[in-house]
């Protein structure tokens, strides 16, 4: 995951959907966070015990996420 400032951390994803990914991560960015995940821009929405859940900025084709999967 990479956010808008160049820092790269790296992550597991939990679950992925056409319009947002649960990952795995030590770091928690603020909410509104803007992160990029793999070619997927999208916020943080959420933390967890397990990392953040992201609501990427546009709906994502379903063969541009099945690259993940």
Known sequence: MR????????????????????IEIDVRPAFGTMVVLGNMRGRVVRH????????????QPEDAISHYT
């Open 3 to 22: 956010l808008d400032d160049g820092r790269v951390y790296p992550c597991r994803i939990i679950d992925l959907s056409v319009s947002g990914a649960a």
């Open 48 to 59: 967890f015990q397990e990392g953040i859940a992201l609501e990427f900025t546009t709906i």
